[in-house]
């Protein structure tokens, strides 16, 4: 596959247009990149200042789009599934075009792919960050026995709360970017801004569990955060408010509903599985160490 195959350029919208489709015929697999690049259409220009606009790029054979990637004024790539040849005619079209991504995140064989490709490009070693396993929703099966309480949409009201519950979640998971963001008052940068939370309450308006997800993109809607504290752990709760916010979603018309899940914590994967998620791939993230180049891009064409 020519690097020449690859379209890049750094307006949105008519990335979306041309590239919607292709996104949307697998909602599921391409859960992060749909969530991201809404982000980067509706928060605008970033207001402390970057570097370079986010550009996007797609593969295409005649009228036909095979995969996608955006590139983050953070320095994020995210790429949908390619084959290794695919993987290193980007890596190649990239490093020609000057750019130079701190981080890779895609499926594990994607991701691997273009995390050699790109050590061979550029001389950047790529070290693993991140993995993750993705679930699909397949029959909703309510946790047995279901714990007392209900469900609860949070308002306004509840945002220390969400925040703080947010802020346990990333130390559990060793987030700590995140942590840091929330930690200086910037919960507006945090992936979790723009999702919506549930709180799974016990008869007594005692908030125990809660989970966040995504407005439906494409008909997915992606499940996250779940987090209970400690204190509550053990009781079914976050099955309880997994399959709340799982149920809201499919009656708001979703197609598809998603969550990724800890590989090493072996006590939610199993959690996820009873009340009805399905594995469907796994996901990975690579860090580039510095080539001594410049971070960012020099051009977009």
Not at 80 to 96: C, E, F, M, N
Not at 113 to 138: C, D, I, M, S
Not at 201 to 209: H, K, N, Q
Not at 224 to 243: I, L
Request: charged share 20%; glycine share 10%; proline share 7%.
């Amino acid at each position: 596959m020519l690097p020449d195959d690859w379209q890049l350029t750094a307006e949105t919208d008519d990335f979306l247009t041309r590239s919607g489709d292709f996104l949307c015929s697998r909602a599921a697999m391409h859960n992060t990149v749909l969530t991201d690049i809404e982000k980067l259409r509706t928060r605008g220009p970033d207001p402390r200042g970057a570097a370079f606009a986010p550009v996007f790029g797609r593969l295409v054979s005649g009228d036909e789009v095979l995969a996608v990637f955006y590139y983050t004024p953070g320095g994020r790539l995210g790429l949908t599934q390619l084959s290794v040849p695919q993987a290193d005619g980007l890596a190649a079209h990239l490093a020609d075009l000057g750019h130079s991504p701190a981080t890779v995140i895609a499926d594990h064989d994607t991701a691997t792919a273009f995390a050699e490709a790109w050590q061979r490009h550029t001389a950047a070693v790529p070290t693993p960050f991140w993995r993750t396993h993705l679930y699909r929703l397949g029959t909703p099966t309510p946790p047995q026995p279901c714990p007392d309480g209900r469900g609860r949409v949070a308002g306004p009201e509840d945002h220390e709360q969400v925040v703080d519950w947010c802020r346990e979640f990333c130390v559990a998971v060793e987030e700590q970017a995140t942590i840091d963001a929330l930690d200086a008052g910037s919960w507006g940068s945090t992936r979790f801004a723009d999702k919506h939370f549930t709180f799974w309450e016990t008869l007594d308006g005692t908030p125990v569990s809660m989970a966040g997800s995504t407005s439906m993109i494409g008909g997915m809607v992606r499940v996250d955060p779940v987090s209970t504290p400690a204190r509550f752990r053990g009781r079914g709760y976050a099955g309880a408010v997994t399959v709340e916010v799982s149920g809201a979603a499919l009656a708001a018309g979703a197609t598809d509903v998603v969550l990724f899940a800890d590989p090493r914590n072996p006590t939610s994967n199993a959690l996820y599985q009873r009340i009805g998620y399905v594995h469907l791939a796994d996901f990975t993230g690579y860090r580039f160490s510095s080539t001594g180049g410049p971070e960012g891009t020099r051009r977009a064409t």
